[in-house]
């Protein structure tokens, strides 16, 4: 059973970093992209978190992992942009 705000996805999306994001991000997008399966999209409300400034990150499995090893993590949603998305 899923969250209302936590929630399956299939879909394909090619990113690029944002101007402000975050050494992390644009290095995982750099090593591991620009292709990524968005798996889940969350925000502060499916973490029961109040007070928070407003958050939402996805859940991104690389495409076609080139060292056999699928990276698989959060990225915050400030942090990049969509260039192409694809069912």
């Not at 290095?27 to 007070?51: D, Q």
């Amino acid at each position: 059973m899923s969250h209302p705000t936590c929630y399956s996805m299939c879909m394909i999306v090619s990113i690029k970093a944002t101007a402000g994001a975050s050494q992390r991000t644009k290095n995982r997008i750099k090593e591991r992209g620009p292709e990524f399966v968005v798996e889940r999209k969350h925000t502060n409300a499916a973490f029961n978190l109040k007070g928070e400034a407003q958050l939402e990150t996805w859940l991104l499995r690389e495409v076609g992992g080139p060292d056999g090893d699928t990276w698989l993590g959060w990225l915050n949603v400030k942090e990049f942009e969509i260039v192409k998305e694809s069912d």
